[in-house]
């Protein structure tokens, strides 16, 4: 496996309270992604980041925001989380280009009460 | 927007029998990477198809890029009770990737 961690591994948090899940990385990959995992859903692209400091929104964007200062790192942070935002989050890596191959980490799963 | 539909949504099988998942997308495509999920874990790559009408094989596993490069499937030929969980396409184009829902494989040993 990909040099990937996901921190925390679980995480339960109630409406309305802030959260950050980080994703570290040692692979110098140039590309990081968030997503999210919902049964009936698949996997659903929330933001990606093509380089330091350089993120995009996904199809799920709404409620999140991301931060790359370094190459390893890519956080996602919740605001101000709704149970909506019940899920298991994905990061994912890759290197070259947008269609490369996504190397994932273990997943953070999130209850909002 | 452009969508990749993956079939079936799920399949129940007896060991031994075999089984098949499809992607189809409505535009030509420029790669497809297929993904393995097993339950609780992971999305894990299996394997990149690029060219037009390619076949490639992983021990029991057989994946096909079709022709016009707007479908390809995944073929398991005798299934074990370690194949099971959740199989992703996730289908590139215009520097663009966009994944199928999944198949969920359940076998009974």
């Known amino acids: 496996d990909a040099g990937i961690t996901q921190s925390p591994r679980h995480k339960v948090t109630e409406t309305g309270t802030p959260v950050t899940l980080r994703c570290h990385q040692t692979?110098?990959?140039?590309?990081m992604y968030w997503y999210r995992q919902d049964p009936g859903h698949g996997l659903r692209l929330i933001h990606y980041s093509y380089g330091v400091k350089d993120t995009d929104k996904g199809e799920v964007s709404d409620g999140y925001s991301v931060s790359r200062s370094k190459t390893e790192d890519f956080l996602l942070t919740l605001e101000s989380a709704t149970s909506s935002q019940t899920s298991v989050y994905f990061c994912?890596?890759?290197?070259?280009?947008?269609?490369?191959?996504?190397?994932f980490g273990p997943g953070t799963r999130l209850t909002v009460l | 927007g452009q969508q990749v539909m993956q079939i079936p949504q799920y399949q129940h099988v007896q060991e031994g029998e075999d089984f098949t998942t499809y992607c189809n997308s409505s535009?030509?495509?420029?790669?497809i990477q297929w993904y393995k999920q097993r339950p609780g874990g992971h999305p894990v790559f299996l394997i990149q198809?690029?060219?037009s009408g390619e076949v490639k094989k992983q021990k029991r596993l057989t994946f096909q890029f079709g022709e016009a490069k707007k479908n390809s499937s995944l073929h398991i030929t005798a299934t074990q009770t370690t194949d099971v969980g959740t199989y992703f396409c996730?289908?590139?184009?215009?520097?663009?990737?966009?994944w199928g829902l999944g198949t969920s494989l359940a076998v009974n040993p």
């Open positions: 535009t030509t495509l420029s790669n």
């Open positions: 996730n289908a590139g184009n215009n520097r663009k990737l966009i």
């Open positions: 692979e110098n990959h140039r590309y």
């Open positions: 198809l690029v060219k």
């Open positions: 994912a890596i890759s290197g070259l280009a947008g269609t490369d191959t996504q190397y």
